[in-house]
């Protein structure tokens, strides 16, 4: 692996939680880091990287943010206009000749036809979504010689349900077995991309070591709490749950895609798991690891807990 760590690597969404994480990583791995964010106030919590306030609307904030830069990371945010921003993102990638590593959506195919018909299906199934996989494969096809990322479910989404959780009960919709990963494999994963020149261009799975299904959460969650956490398909609770945690439209990207995970199986393909070992050098984190860290962390003293993540980022 080549590690570039004179030149800099933008990370676009730092604020949130796939984008603070993979800064973190970056950092930690002696990258210099720059990171585009809408405010300074926001981003009191990106450290050890080069601040560059504006947005991508901003044709001047995107010349000061990519101006040195050899490879971009982005995160596509959750706003109305959010294919008009990465079209805008996208090109300015192009025309500077800035590799771009993207966070795209878990559809993959080898064959363009079948990867259409794909995001036609799941479009139909995640309406809100549809924007998402339309950038996902502009990405793919772009000039940026792109590898698009491309993360299941996240394990960080229960943070969203932590009230529900504490109350005895797992309120995410996972009536069918579903692949679900970690926030920080999907970090380490954009990290070895970033600062690896010879990373070849394309989709690649990010995926986690099984599928779950809410029964199947509900136990690890006893198991680490040392009580009972049933499965509970509750409407109300977890609309109130997404409510405390987003605004505006994620809250609806998180409806729409858990009602098409009520509705759908996501298998886990030993193909992915293996390219995700090979990426990461390691096995992906099993999902009861990842609950018994979130438990200690919420038990310690003055423990701050990073918000869910609920993103195009593969919900």
């Known amino acids: 692996m080549t590690k570039q760590s004179n030149e800099i690597i933008l990370v676009v969404g730092a604020t949130g939680t796939v984008g603070g994480a993979t800064v973190r990583e970056l950092v930690a791995r002696g990258a210099r880091v720059r990171a585009l964010v809408r405010s300074r106030e926001r981003a009191t919590e990106v450290t050890g990287a080069e601040i560059v306030e504006g947005n ?38 192009e025309e500077r000749g800035v590799r771009l590593v993207f966070v795209g959506v878990h559809v993959d195919a080898p064959a363009r036809p079948l990867r259409a018909l794909l995001r036609l299906y799941f479009g139909h199934l995640m309406p809100s979504y549809a924007p998402k996989l339309r950038i996902s494969e502009r990405a793919r096809q772009s000039r940026t010689n792109a590898v698009v990322l491309m993360p299941t479910n996240f394990f960080d989404n229960d943070d969203i349900f932590r009230q529900e ?96 995970i009520r509705r759908i199986t996501l298998p886990t393909s030993p193909r992915d798991v293996a390219r995700t070992t090979a990426l990461l050098g390691r096995p992906p984190t099993p999902y009861a690891d990842y609950v018994q860290a979130r438990v200690q962390a919420w038990r310690a003293p003055r423990s701050r807990v990073a918000p869910g993540q609920s993103g195009h980022d593969g919900e």
Not at 74 to 82: A, D, K, R, T
Not at 182 to 201: G, N
């Open 56 to 93: 991508t609307a901003d044709p001047a904030a995107l010349d000061r943010a990519l101006t040195g830069v050899h490879t971009a990371f982005y995160v596509s945010p959750h706003e109305q206009n959010e294919e008009d921003l990465a079209a805008r993102f996208i090109a300015a990638c």
């Open 165 to 260: 959780l504490s109350e005895g009960l797992f309120v995410q919709p996972f009536d069918r077995p579903f692949n679900r990963v970690a926030v920080q494999d999907l970090a380490e994963a954009a990290a070895r991309v970033c600062l690896d020149r010879s990373f070849p261009k394309g989709a690649v799975p990010v995926v986690g070591p099984a599928s779950l299904d809410g029964p199947a959460c509900a136990r690890v969650w006893s198991a680490a709490l040392g009580r009972p956490v049933d499965y509970r398909v509750d409407d109300a609770a977890f609309r109130s749950a997404v409510l405390r945690s987003a605004r505006g439209k994620k809250v609806n990207d998180l409806m729409s895609s858990y009602a098409a």
